[in-house]
């Protein structure tokens, strides 16, 4: 569903990308790991269209995704990002948030989709007419999420979705996005600094260092330590994620959260 081959990706020509390859197939979930500033975001950006400076192949869904996101392209993959406040509109409530992929691509029956996605996330009829700022952390991420998926994407580019969050909103949504990925087929790629959220959500993860991917290896890894390359070795131990242990989150707890209603 989703391949890179030989990728390289620069801002005003400094490349800040090399030699990126990896493939996910349909309905996995991969994830990319690594220190600040080693270009995780980067990458995930140039496969939405949001970093134009690219060379190499990078193939959604067999098709070469253009240097810039297209209607087509919209349907196909969206982004969820770290900072839901900030990729919601202030002024704008959740039905409008939620309405306007609907608006922009002419499709119809709206308000019944708008209800289904509020339901499909968890969140109560009633938040619909609610503003960013009367929502919490975990709520807007919802909104975010719906917002994303509002036009059935097959593809959802995942970047730190829960690192904004409190632990506890953390694992509620993490459970929601596995659900979501389990019911509907989506194909995954998510960026994040926390090891245990791959081992919870992804089956495989690539390593990246200064603008490379040192290593790709199962997330059942984690587990072990069990890594090819000194630096994934060191991430490794260095977040404690062999402490901690992807169990931390029970996969059991999926679906028996009750849905958000009135606070
Ligand atoms: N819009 C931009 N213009 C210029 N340089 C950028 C831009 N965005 C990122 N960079 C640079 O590209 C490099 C890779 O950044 P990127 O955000 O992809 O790393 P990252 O691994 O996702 O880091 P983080 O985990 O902090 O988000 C960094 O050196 C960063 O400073």
Redesign the pocket.
């Known amino acids: 569903m989703i391949e890179l081959r030989n990728v390289a990706i620069a801002?005003?020509g400094?490349r800040?990308?090399e030699g990126a390859s990896f493939a996910v197939p349909e309905g996995g979930s991969f994830a990319l790991v690594?220190?600040?500033?080693?270009?995780?975001?980067?990458?995930l950006?140039a496969i939405a269209g949001l970093a134009p400076e690219r060379e190499g192949t990078i193939l959604v869904d067999g098709a070469p995704v253009p240097p810039r996101p297209t209607l087509e392209s919209a349907r196909l993959m969206q982004m969820v990002f770290q900072d839901p406040y900030a990729s919601l509109h202030p002024r704008r409530t959740v039905d409008a948030a939620l309405s306007e992929p609907l608006a922009i691509h002419g499709l119809k029956d709206r308000d019944a989709r708008v209800e289904r996605a509020l339901r499909d996330v968890g969140l109560d009829r009633r938040f619909r007419f609610r503003y960013p700022h009367q929502l919490s952390g975990g709520q807007r991420q919802r909104v975010a999420i719906a917002r994303a998926l509002m036009l059935e994407p097959r593809v959802m580019l995942l970047?730190?979705p829960t690192s904004a969050l409190d632990v506890s909103v953390q694992a509620e949504i993490l459970n929601l996005l596995k659900r979501l990925r389990a019911e509907r087929g989506l194909t995954y790629l998510m960026?994040t600094?926390n090891l245990p959220v791959v081992g919870f959500l992804c089956e495989r993860m690539a390593v990246?260092q200064g603008?490379r991917i040192v290593e790709e290896a199962p997330t059942a890894a984690l587990r072990t330590g069990d890594f090819a390359t000194e630096y994934a070795r060191h991430l490794h131990g260095a977040t404690g994620a062999d402490l901690m242990g992807p169990d931390l989150l029970e996969p059991e707890s999926v679906d028996t959260a009750p849905m958000e209603t009135e606070k």
């Open positions: 801002y005003d400094h800040v990308v690594g220190e600040s500033g080693s270009g995780k975001s980067t990458v950006k970047d730190e960026v600094h990246m603008g």
